[in-house]
């Protein structure tokens, strides 16, 4: 099975309740590009990759655009069968932008579970459940509404909460924090993610003053170094997500023992097959984290639910997808769906889901 052509499309993901708020940027609407790459036998396999905005990591919409335009028309032709010399190929045409690669990295796999009839999750090393728990993402705001939005999700199945912070008077985000600690309690598991927003010394008095929550503290402050120094100082575990730029950064936090687990994102890591030697990592530290991508449609939440499905589930932190920011789906039939806080992982060979025909218009670039 060869490649034969590619075409790239974009999505506009107008943000469903107008607005998704974090410490140091507000979202409306997201700007995903998509790859279907087409076989010489006809099969399709799709790819996604969707920054949330050019602002929260090192990665934009136009950036992974002009990424793809160099890799893609050096992969014509290629054979799809190995996915480690596809990536040689990708890394001989083009340096670095893992967050491009990763749209490749899961249409191949698409393209090859389909072609050998098993579900993506087979390919990273096999499923260990048929259901992930999901976790449900509180946008930066007033105390009493965050609480309030933090108690209807518990009972709507959320087994975990992310209480975003930062941006603001810390005295603000702590009395988020006590809020959503009154309101939820031991019903949910709460991490505070301040999206690098605080400097170390509002890191240290919000920990000392939320010092009898249980909650784990994501990415405090801006770098690895900055939150290096938290080590000792502060009570809660620390997590990183954005400093997690790739898998040299993940394997440097867990040598460093800066992080007691991640929030990881598949197109950060470079993609699926890269994000399989993190998890493996993790494993054999016992560091838990999540499995999510920064925003995208269903491409990016099938590719998320496969590899969550393949992660420990004592030390798995819970799957995050955009579903409950985006109207509708690209797949009506098989969409990727969270019921009661919960997503299945589809069964169909491949990612399990193909955008409806003629969706996104026509490719903007084909290759
Ligand atoms: C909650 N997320 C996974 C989605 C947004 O992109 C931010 C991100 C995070 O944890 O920082
Ligand atoms: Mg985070």
């Given at each position: 099975m060869r490649i034969d052509r590619i075409n790239v499309y974009t999505a506009n993901l107008p943000v469903k309740a107008g607005t998704y708020r974090m410490a140091s940027v507000d979202v409306k609407s997201l700007d995903s590009t998509l790859l279907e790459i087409v076989a010489d036998d006809g099969l399709t396999g799709w790819g996604e990759t969707c920054p949330v905005g050019p602002v929260y990591q090192p990665h934009h919409a136009l950036g992974a655009r002009a990424a793809i335009a160099e890799i893609a028309p050096g992969l014509i032709g290629s054979e799809i069968a190995s996915i480690r010399l596809l990536a040689k190929r990708m890394d001989e045409r083009l340096n670095g932008q893992g967050y491009a690669k990763a749209a490749f990295d899961i249409a191949f796999l698409d393209l090859l579970g389909q072609r050998l009839g098993v579900p993506v999750s087979t390919l990273l090393g096999?499923?260990?459940?048929?259901s992930v728990p999901a976790y449900y993402s509180l946008i930066v705001g007033s105390p009493d509404e965050t609480a309030r939005i933090a108690a209807d999700k518990v009972k709507a199945g959320y087994p975990r909460l992310q209480v975003k912070i930062s941006g603001r008077n810390v005295e603000e985000d702590v009395a988020t924090v006590h809020k959503v600690w009154e309101a939820v309690g031991y019903e949910a598991r709460i991490a505070v993610d301040a999206n690098r927003g605080l400097t170390v010394a509002s890191a240290i008095h919000l920990d000392r003053l939320c010092q009898a929550i249980p909650f784990i503290f994501e990415q405090p402050c801006n770098t690895m170094d900055e939150v290096a120094t938290l080590r000792g100082r502060v009570t809660h575990p620390v997590y990183l997500d954005e400093n997690t730029e790739d898998q040299n950064a993940v394997l440097r936090a867990i040598s460093l023992g800066i992080a007691d687990g991640f929030g990881l994102k598949v197109t950060r890591l470079g993609g699926l097959t890269k994000m399989t030697a993190v998890r493996d990592l993790c494993a054999i530290r016992s560091l838990p984290h999540s499995c999510d991508d920064a925003w995208g449609g269903d491409i990016i939440a099938a590719a998320c639910v496969h590899i969550a499905s393949t992660v420990e589930p004592r030390r798995f932190e819970g799957a995050w997808i955009a579903q409950e920011y985006?109207?509708?789906?690209?797949?009506?039939?098989?969409p990727v769906i969270i019921t009661q806080g919960h997503i299945a992982v589809p069964q169909l060979p491949g990612l399990g889901v193909k955008p409806e025909l003629g969706m996104f218009g026509k490719p903007i670039a084909p290759y």
């Open positions: 096999g499923a260990l459940t048929n985006i109207e509708g789906h690209f797949d009506a039939k098989n």
